[in-house]
């Protein structure tokens, strides 16, 4: 309006939005005054205690239940002029965020699904049915085999993700590539891990539920499995299948 920048709108799913100081909202400018920003998605810093500013805790959560996530609304919410990000002129500065968030999630269904087969190993170690340990049947040490030759395809991803972050030649399919591939093995070792595991599989107790129900959710935030798969896509074929 002149004086403020005037943020009107809703985003929902956004972690720790209702147990902060502050916000990091990104809008699409709407002022034609600006003609470079101007239909642009920019970065503001918000206050969360700023009239006009609600956020709703989401409940009954399965995954992440560590994190609070909010659905927030913002009603004609004013901010000082100053407190747009400089650097953030575009949706293509602003995607840059992405790449970093879904390398994140690589490393964390890195992480998830480590646990998942170290627990499935332990178990497998200690149990013992028929007077011998799980470890020592053929089929759990293929299962076993398996997931570690996943697990170390996603370590490789990772670790080239963070080689290409370094060196600050990092590209948005790479980044989701990554996501993808790594998602989709966790989801696949937690699987197998909660299978070695039997009925003891569903116990807290035991891990491997929980980590299976947080790779669920690293599955489908910072974009779903879909739309990382059609930027990849777009990217090896030079043609865009997005609407």
């Not at 659905?71 to 790449?99: C, M, N, W, Y």
């Not at 697990?151 to 948005?172: D, F, K, Y």
Request: hydrophobic share 40%.
């Amino acid at each position: 309006d002149g004086e403020n920048w005037v943020l009107s709108g809703q985003k929902r799913w956004i972690g720790n939005g209702a147990g902060c100081h502050l916000s990091v909202v990104w809008a699409r400018v709407e002022d034609e005054s600006q003609p470079e920003l101007h239909g642009q998605v920019s970065g503001f810093l918000v206050d969360q205690s700023l009239p006009g500013y609600e956020a709703e805790v989401i409940r009954g959560k399965v995954a992440l239940r560590a994190i609070h996530q909010a659905h927030i609304t913002l009603t004609e919410v004013r901010i000082p002029l100053a407190q747009r990000l400089p650097g953030a002129r575009s949706f293509k500065d602003t995607s840059k965020v992405l790449f970093a968030t879904r390398a994140g999630v690589a490393w964390g269904a890195l992480g998830h699904a480590l646990a998942c087969y170290e627990a499935a190993l332990e178990h497998a170690q200690q149990r013992v049915q028929f007077g011998r340990p799980l470890a020592k049947a053929q089929h759990v040490q293929v299962r076993l085999s398996d997931m570690l030759q996943t697990l170390t395809s996603m370590q490789l991803h990772c670790v080239r993700l963070a080689e290409l972050e370094a060196a600050g030649t990092i590209r948005p399919e790479q980044a989701s590539l990554a996501k993808v591939h790594n998602t989709r093995a966790a989801r696949e070792i937690a699987s197998n891990a909660r299978d070695l595991l039997g009925g003891s599989g569903i116990l807290l107790e035991n891990r491997v539920v929980r980590h299976r129900s947080d790779i669920e959710a690293l599955h489908t935030y910072e974009g779903t499995d879909t739309m990382q798969s059609l930027i990849v896509g777009r990217a090896i074929t030079g043609a865009s299948a997005f609407a």
